[in-house]
């Protein structure tokens, strides 16, 4: 068995930013996302066994027919696909390409909107073989085994399928209870070069993930409904330190960006996480996501000691009533004293807010560029919402 795990092509101006992104956009810089769940793919795959291959059709600026005839000389068994609802119609387009030049090659999609959709994409597009649904890590790997195997699907939880009968849904794979026991994502296939955040400083960045979920259900938010769940699920302070010094020993890495929804919503672990990197005498910079309801001044300063420098805080607004409608469970006072406390520590700080959500007005949107000023963010992201499949929009 042998798998082609992929981020498709995105024709068009610009550059594609799906994988690893909750906003899934087009963007005029080349400053994409290391596509790190894709990754932890590859490495679960490597794990059990299966032979594996990886195109960032994306990065490598690869139309579909390219990409088609890439894919081709790798000779896949089974291609995963990456979507996203912006790109939903060139991801289909690409099932389409592989299948026009492999008609034997299992299709799969991955990602939320085919989660979201995924009675409705099986049933119109006969050139996809399967989606799995949700988390997709161990799915695709169980998918995988069973499909090299020569057995039934009807046992692998988490997908959706088409047999003689017609599409059949197999019941949901639970999400993943220890987040340990995954391997680290496969940077010696998926490798790092041509990937950064638009704020790195650093010569070879990479991402890291300790945690997934959010137990925060924000109405603009996609991965909590759709892939990742409304459950804080926390990998241990020592596992994510030995992923640091890894990338660090092993892939000269000298800054990461810790993309979870919120890095320090665990206080204790997100002390032990700086204690140990400051133990072990690790050396590099890091940005963090985080919530202004998380900080103080204690977890900033030991986040300085241990290599933070900048934090990424979702404000999204200045007005109290646009918070509430947005379900942020965050006040005025808490962003205001979390801004206050990086400028004491000596933390950089990015701001990202959001435009339009229903109940928006000409005076909230005065309100939130006023806070912005008074604010004083280091770097500020203005985006205007997008109403994605699978939230409360």
Request: glycine share 6%.
């Given at each position: 068995?042998?798998?082609?795990?992929?981020?498709?092509?995105?024709?068009?101006?610009?550059?594609?930013?799906?994988?690893?992104?909750?906003?899934?956009?087009?963007?005029?810089?080349?400053?994409?996302?290391?596509?790190?769940?894709?990754?932890?793919?590859?490495?679960?795959?490597?794990?059990?066994?299966?032979?594996?291959?990886?195109?960032?059709?994306?990065?490598?600026?690869?139309?579909?027919?390219?990409?088609?005839?890439?894919?081709?000389?790798?000779?896949?068994?089974?291609?995963v696909?990456?979507?996203?609802?912006?790109?939903?119609?060139?991801?289909?387009?690409?099932?389409?390409?592989?299948?026009?030049k492999m008609?034997?090659?299992?299709?799969?999609?991955?990602?939320?909107?085919?989660?979201?959709?995924?009675?409705?994409?099986m049933?119109?597009?006969?050139?996809?073989?399967?989606?799995?649904?949700?988390?997709?890590?161990?799915?695709?790997?169980?998918?995988?085994?069973?499909?090299?195997?020569?057995?039934?699907?009807?046992?692998?939880?988490?997908?959706?399928?088409?047999?003689?009968?017609?599409?059949?849904?197999?019941?949901?794979?639970?999400?993943?209870?220890?987040?340990?026991?995954?391997?680290?994502?496969?940077?010696?296939?998926?490798?790092?070069?041509?990937?950064?955040?638009?704020?790195?400083?650093?010569?070879?960045?990479?991402?890291?993930?300790?945690?997934?979920?959010c137990?925060?259900?924000?109405t603009?938010c996609?991965?909590?409904?759709?892939?990742?769940?409304?459950?804080?699920?926390?990998?241990?302070?020592?596992?994510?330190?030995?992923?640091?010094?890894?990338?660090?020993?092993?892939?000269?890495?000298?800054?990461?960006?810790?993309?979870?929804?919120?890095?320090?919503?665990?206080?204790a672990?997100?002390?032990?996480?700086?204690?140990?990197?400051?133990?072990?005498?690790?050396?590099?910079?890091?940005?963090?996501?985080?919530?202004?309801?998380?900080?103080?001044?204690?977890?900033?300063?030991?986040?300085?000691?241990?290599?933070?420098?900048?934090?990424?805080?979702?404000?999204?607004?200045?007005?109290?009533?646009?918070?509430?409608?947005?379900?942020?469970?965050?006040t005025?006072?808490?962003?205001?004293?979390?801004?206050?406390?990086?400028?004491?520590?000596?933390?950089?700080?990015?701001?990202?807010?959001?435009?339009?959500v229903?109940?928006?007005?000409?005076?909230?949107?005065?309100?939130t560029i006023?806070?912005?000023?008074?604010?004083?963010?280091?770097?500020?992201?203005?985006?205007?919402?997008?109403?994605?499949?699978?939230?409360?929009?």
């Amino acid at each position: 068995m042998k798998v082609l795990v992929t981020n498709p092509p995105w024709p068009g101006p610009g550059y594609g930013a799906r994988s690893d992104v909750r906003w899934p956009h087009k963007r005029s810089d080349k400053f994409i996302e290391y596509p790190i769940y894709l990754a932890y793919v590859v490495a679960v795959l490597e794990k059990a066994g299966v032979e594996v291959e990886f195109i960032d059709a994306v990065v490598e600026e690869m139309s579909i027919p390219d990409f088609a005839n890439a894919a081709a000389k790798i000779k896949p068994d089974m291609a995963v696909i990456e979507c996203s609802t912006p790109s939903i119609e060139y991801d289909l387009s690409t099932a389409k390409g592989l299948k026009e030049k492999m008609s034997d090659v299992f299709v799969v999609l991955v990602g939320s909107h085919p989660t979201f959709f995924h009675r409705e994409i099986m049933k119109e597009n006969p050139q996809i073989d399967a989606i799995c649904r949700g988390e997709f890590d161990l799915t695709v790997k169980d998918l995988a085994v069973t499909l090299s195997n020569g057995d039934k699907l009807d046992k692998v939880k988490g997908i959706t399928y088409r047999d003689r009968e017609g599409v059949q849904v197999n019941q949901d794979r639970p999400l993943i209870k220890n987040l340990d026991e995954l391997p680290f994502p496969a940077r010696h296939i998926v490798k790092g070069d041509n990937y950064r955040q638009g704020t790195f400083t650093g010569k070879n960045c990479t991402t890291v993930v300790s945690s997934r979920g959010c137990p925060y259900l924000c109405t603009y938010c996609l991965w909590p409904r759709t892939l990742y769940g409304s459950r804080f699920r926390a990998r241990s302070a020592e596992n994510v330190v030995a992923e640091v010094e890894q990338v660090v020993r092993d892939y000269q890495v000298d800054e990461i960006y810790f993309d979870d929804d919120s890095l320090a919503l665990n206080r204790a672990r997100i002390l032990r996480i700086c204690q140990l990197i400051k133990q072990k005498g690790i050396k590099v910079k890091w940005v963090p996501q985080c919530r202004v309801d998380s900080m103080d001044e204690e977890v900033l300063r030991a986040m300085k000691k241990a290599g933070c420098y900048y934090i990424r805080f979702g404000v999204e607004s200045g007005s109290q009533k646009m918070l509430d409608i947005m379900k942020k469970k965050t006040t005025l006072s808490q962003i205001r004293r979390a801004f206050e406390l990086c400028r004491k520590v000596g933390i950089k700080t990015q701001a990202f807010f959001l435009f339009g959500v229903p109940g928006e007005t000409l005076q909230t949107i005065a309100e939130t560029i006023e806070f912005t000023k008074k604010l004083r963010p280091d770097s500020a992201q203005f985006a205007v919402v997008i109403p994605h499949p699978g939230t409360d929009l």
